[in-house]
């Protein structure tokens, strides 16, 4: 007999239908829009051919070249706005499938890290920490370290937090603390009154103080003065000769067990495994999604949950129902049987006021997803994921055996993980030619061949005919960091910009392949990342074109008084007016807003510009591919201009010369054109090249400011500004003879 609660839905998927049904009709009329533009500019060519010089022709053709580009870019994102879907779980419900600590699946948490300089040792130990306390049974929970830096300061600084996790994972329990992070529970600013909370505060500040001292000191060997340290240089002592980060055998400690390990409550910890994989630099790596392949193995050999959660190192839980939440979703295989992965959002702490580097990326990391939800689901964005373990093996009807046995996602462990056979075994499988003439990273587990291996191996899922799901709750799930500093920010994104090519250029471009394995509209979602570097060419056109022409008396815009001015205006309103309400939509401010389009403007003519090149320049052969891991380490000063709202140039990267260029060329041509206007000439005819220099002004205030106002250390350095100037200064010269020809 069934129960009346049986009934209870574990979640609910709801149409946006508003939204939909609007976004749809606002698709017919801008595509209207659209088809105008191009009836205008085939006339305006067809009468620039015959009659004007020689520069206004190829104004009218960039322009022209320029919009069909917008155009298809503007074509892919419809692709998001056809069927929005919001998930919500219903974990209170769970019960009516899973009541006993038995019935829940077993759990195995991956956390990467790759660089102990960038990557502090106790961030990392915070997170896996999080991780730890989650409100799961902890037999059914493992928690495997990636550490590619192979650095003993990590492996110390996850022996401390198991250690401190003893007290903490009570205490947690029986205060029902949500920041199960204890820096983030600490930092909450609420006072501390009881005296259990401060002990168990000064405890945690003790151990803070003394991973702190030994990666300050870089190294463990020297005095052993606590067993922990003992341990820990253990675990490296028989591997220290010769032992670099790119050349070094592995590394597999079990720090803390379940079967073994209690917590001072009685209670069993989880488990709790660092490994390192052996590297050698006659051998490829690949990256993150090399290191994540070895966990997915290593985990196979030790534990072999069924589901997997991948976190990068500063993603630290902030919900220890999460878990509890992504099983709504794998416990309910009526709605997606094929269901790989439950995506939830990236959200940062510690941004400023008006996110000034729009780091919260609401559209790839909340809007489009809503939108990809209504279709196969969100693409993977490398943390805060969910897995089915089967979905790397092959598509859901098609699985691919392993190798060995033991590494089959159906395989049940038999013996502990310190049995000495698992060890070996597990050894064995992190070698570093262990995928030699395999199908790992090709077929089997994370996908190699692009620096956005995240993108990538959500994109092949979904060609295999996996989907997957994004859940957003209103109390965010996880919280991540986001670099503070500009030349980090732009590096970022960079490499995105280079791995995003890697896909678009490869045989498994999305508009080929995508659109036969993943039907038209996915297939686009999917291209509008792949394609997204190419926003440099019209954007780059935009912020000069219009500029420089103005003063050499080329008009480019319809007049004013001419019918087809109101086009223009309503194609560049329309635009942003939907962007502002999706932005404002979806939680997010008018000051953030602002910032998001300028910083949308700032990574195009930084990171696509100069990842385009990288690409070339590594499909050439001339510099070698790389994974350049992200600064999580941020001076007091830097954090406090930061805070401030400041920009943060300083250093004088190549990559701010194309937006500094643009911003001085914006400027000339904006007062350039008010004297011009001043003598006497027509406006009517100049009036949108003047909005669209006016629009750069505005943008480009924070450069102008970095120039000449300030005299902090995050001012632009002067040479950025030189070089700027004369680039500048060449392109009106270029211009100008041009127009003479
Ligand atoms: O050889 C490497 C390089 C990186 N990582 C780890 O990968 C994670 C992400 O690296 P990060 O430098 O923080 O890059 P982000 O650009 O911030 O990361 C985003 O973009 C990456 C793809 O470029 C994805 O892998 C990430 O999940 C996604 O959050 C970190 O935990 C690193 O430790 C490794 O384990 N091995
Ligand atoms: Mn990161």
């Not at 779980?89 to 991956?110: K, M, Y």
């Not at 060609?463 to 799930?477: L, M, T, V, Y």
């Not at 109101?566 to 807003?593: C, H, K, N, P, V």
Request: with cysteine.
């Amino acid at each position: 007999m069934k129960s009346s609660t049986a009934k209870l839905p574990l979640h609910s998927s709801s149409r946006l239908l508003p939204r939909r049904i609007l976004n749809r009709v606002f698709a017919l009329i801008y595509s209207a829009a659209i088809s105008a533009l191009f009836y205008h500019h085939g006339r305006t060519l067809l009468r620039t051919t015959t009659t004007a010089t020689f520069l206004s022709f190829c104004t009218s053709l960039t322009m022209f070249t320029s919009d069909i580009i917008l155009a298809f870019m503007w074509l892919n994102s419809q692709a998001f706005r056809m069927n929005p879907v919001s998930a919500q779980p219903f974990p209170e419900n769970l019960q009516q499938v899973l009541n006993r600590p038995e019935d829940f699946p077993a759990l195995d948490v991956f956390i990467c890290t790759a660089d102990p300089s960038k990557e502090p040792p106790m961030t990392v130990a915070a997170t896996a920490l999080s991780a730890m306390a989650y409100d799961y049974p902890a037999e059914k929970l493992s928690v495997y370290v990636s550490d590619d830096g192979g650095s003993e300061l990590t492996l110390f600084a996850l022996m401390e937090a198991s250690k401190f996790g003893k007290e903490w994972l009570p205490f947690c329990r029986e205060n029902r603390v949500m920041e199960r992070c204890p820096e983030a529970y600490f930092g909450s600013g609420f006072p501390i009154c009881n005296y259990e909370t401060q002990k168990i505060k000064e405890m945690y500040e003790n151990m803070k103080t003394r991973v702190e001292n030994v990666v300050e000191r870089g190294y463990i060997a020297d005095e052993h003065k606590t067993s922990v340290q003992t341990e820990a240089a253990k675990a490296f002592g028989k591997c220290a000769k010769d032992f670099t980060f790119q050349d070094h055998p592995g590394v597999i400690q079990v720090v803390a067990e379940t079967s073994k390990d209690k917590d001072c409550a009685g209670c069993s910890m989880p488990n709790l495994i660092y490994v390192s994989r052996q590297k050698s630099q006659t051998s490829p790596h690949y990256f993150k999604a090399g290191a994540l392949n070895v966990l997915l193995r290593v985990s196979a050999i030790m534990t072999n949950a069924p589901i997997i959660l991948t976190l990068d190192c500063d993603m630290i839980s902030n919900d220890p129902s999460t878990p509890h939440k992504m099983l709504c979703f794998f416990k309910d295989n009526l709605v997606k049987p094929n269901l790989a992965y439950v995506q939830f959002p990236v959200r940062c702490h510690g941004l400023n006021k008006a996110d000034i580097y729009g780091s919260e990326f609401k559209h790839p990391y909340h809007i489009n997803p809503m939108g990809m939800n209504g279709l196969l689901g969100p693409d993977y964005f490398g943390t805060g994921t969910f897995f089915n373990r089967r979905a790397f093996y092959g598509g859901p009807s098609s699985m691919i055996e392993p190798e060995i046995s033991e590494l089959s996602p159906d395989y049940i462990v038999k013996r502990p993980i310190i049995d000495q056979a698992i060890l070996e075994l597990a050894h064995q499988v992190a070698n570093c030619d262990y995928e030699n003439q395999s199908m790992w990273g090709s077929k089997i587990g994370f996908r190699y061949g692009s620096l956005v291996e995240d993108y990538y191996t959500g994109y092949r899922l979904h060609c295999e005919g996996w989907n997957s799901i994004f859940c957003n709750p209103k109390r965010p799930a996880f919280l991540s960091e986001m670099p503070i500093s500009l030349n980090d920010v732009v590096t970022q994104t960079k490499r995105w910009s280079v791995g995003l090519l890697e896909v678009t250029l490869s045989k498994y471009s999305p508009l080929t392949f995508g659109t036969r394995l993943l039907g038209p509209l996915m297939a686009h979602c999917y291209s509008y990342y792949a394609f997204g570097p190419i926003w440099s060419f019209p954007v780059m056109v935009y912020a000069v074109l219009p500029q420089t022409t103005m003063l050499n008396n080329i008009s480019i815009f319809p007049k004013v008084s001419d019918p087809w001015f109101f086009m223009y205006t309503f194609l560049f309103i329309g635009a942003y007016g939907q962007d502002f309400l999706e932005f404002i939509l979806s939680q997010g401010t008018a000051l953030r807003w602002w910032s998001d389009q300028r910083m949308w403007l700032i990574r195009i003519l930084s990171s696509d510009l100069f990842g385009t090149l990288e690409y070339i320049s590594n499909h050439m052969g001339i510099a070698a591919r790389g994974f350049n891991v992200t600064n999580k380490v941020n001076d007091h000063e830097q954090r406090k201009r930061y805070d401030e709202g400041k920009f943060e140039f300083g250093v004088s990267s190549p990559m701010f010369v194309p937006f500094s260029t643009v911003a001085i060329v914006n400027l000339v041509a904006f007062f350039g054109g008010f004297l011009q206007v001043l003598r006497g000439r027509d406006l009517d005819e100049m009036f949108g090249q003047m909005v669209v220099a006016g629009f750069g002004v505005l943008n480009s205030w924070p450069v102008y400011e970095a120039m000449v106002l300030r005299s902090d250390k995050g001012k632009m350095p002067i040479k950025i500004t030189i070089i700027s100037l004369v680039l500048a200064w060449l392109l009106f010269v270029v211009i100008s003879f041009l127009s003479r020809m």
